[in-house]
Nanobody, 128 residues
Framework: QVHLVENGGGSVQAGGSLRLSCVVS????????MGWFRQAPGKEREEVAL????????KYADSAKGRFAISRDSSKNTLYLNMENLKAEDTAMYYC?????????????????????WGQGTQVTVSS
């Protein structure tokens, strides 16, 4: 059984930093797309950062560019999201997710439903 468990969320002041982790068990997302997504109360879920684990290609939402960095440690089967210069509008539940095998296919344009494995989320709250 595949499990994705996020941690690292918390409450920080604007300008602060957090590092989210997503520990994966039961599956190895090699040559797949993995990503971080978030959903704030009353808002739709949105894509934050994507990583093609086969090619290393990364894609960021405009709101995340220059502040967030997605990475993966395959030896630990863990996905990370380093977040710096956090803003109040970054407040949300953050989820990690992964697709099935995609060889070297790009992650751009995928639907949420293409991500077949999801974690339960970790809350990030940024106070201004």
């Amino acid at each position: 059984q595949v499990h994705l468990v996020e941690n690292g969320g918390g409450s920080v002041q604007a300008g602060g930093s957090l590092r989210l982790s997503c520990v994966v068990s039961g599956y190895s997302f090699n040559r797949a797309c993995m990503g971080w997504f978030r959903q704030a109360p009353g808002k739709e879920r949105e894509e934050v950062a994507l990583l093609q684990t086969g090619t290393g290609s990364r894609k960021y939402a405009d709101s995340a560019k220059g502040r967030f960095a997605i990475s993966r440690d395959s030896s630990k089967n863990t996905l990370y999201l380093n977040m710096e210069n956090l803003k109040a509008e970054d407040t949300a539940m953050y989820y990690c997710a992964g697709t099935g095998y995609r060889a070297d296919a790009d992650c751009a344009g995928l639907l949420f439903s293409d991500y077949i494995h999801w974690g339960q989320g970790t809350q990030v709250t940024v106070s201004s």
